[in-house]
């Protein structure tokens, strides 16, 4: 938790390098332990994902936000509001 909050105070401090380094390390992290599809390690995924949509980095993003998107889906099902 400290490592992803950390990674959100510097993004809004400007240093988007680190916060990215530091959201890639969560995500890695998160994924080993709590799995892929875990709400934490969604979280941090679309930390990532919303960092690198300010960064002009569309195609990646959109990467991550369809997989969360997809995630989400299958843990909570098609609900319209989630």
Do not use: C
């Not at 709590?34 to 930390?47: D, F, Q, R, V």
Request: hydrophobic share 40%; charged share 25%.
């Amino acid at each position: 938790m400290a490592k992803n909050n950390l990674a959100v105070l510097l993004k809004q401090l400007g240093e988007r390098d680190e916060a990215r380094r530091l959201y890639v390390e969560v995500i890695e992290g998160r994924t080993e332990l709590l799995g892929p599809s875990h709400p934490s390690t969604l979280e941090a995924k679309m930390n990532l994902a919303n960092l690198l949509n300010q960064l002009g980095e569309w195609d990646e993003a959109r990467q991550l936000y369809m997989e969360v998107a997809a995630s989400r889906t299958e843990v909570f099902g098609a609900s319209p509001s989630i």
